[in-house]
């Protein structure tokens, strides 16, 4: 059976860092793009970061570019969300999915595959 199982995240204070883990199950991550979303209840998912499996390309969008990293570690067959510098608007469940491709225009989260089970995020002094 093919799916993603997500670990990490917790509860942080401002400015500090964390690390989501999305991994493979039943699959090889090799032949995927994999992109990360979160979502606040009321509020629209957003599609923040992907990486590319070809080219190893990566996107970010404005929220969170300059703090946040994405890498693959095909060891683990994992993808690992770096979050540094946090900030409670960053609070929100987490989300990786498998998608057709890379790119802003990939990131509404409409063109997925798999997704994971989520993990909560909270930025709280």
């Known amino acids: 059976q093919k799916q993603l199982v997500q670990s990490g995240g917790g509860l942080v204070q401002p400015g500090g860092s964390l690390r989501l883990s999305c991994a493979a199950s039943g699959f090889s991550f090799d032949n995927y793009d994999v992109g990360w979303y979160r979502q606040v209840p009321g509020k629209e998912r957003e599609g923040f970061s992907c990486i590319g499996n070809t080219d190893g390309s990566t996107y970010f969008s404005n929220s969170v570019e300059g703090r946040f990293t994405i890498f693959r570690d095909k060891n683990k067959n994992t993808v690992e969300l770096q979050l540094n510098n946090l900030l409670p608007e960053d609070t929100a469940v987490y989300y990786c999915?498998?998608?057709?491709?890379?790119?802003?225009?990939?990131?509404?989260?409409?063109?997925?595959?798999?997704w994971g089970q989520g993990s909560q995020v909270t930025v709280s002094s």
């Open positions: 999915a498998t998608q057709r491709a890379c790119s802003a225009y990939y990131m509404d989260g409409t063109r997925t595959y798999f």
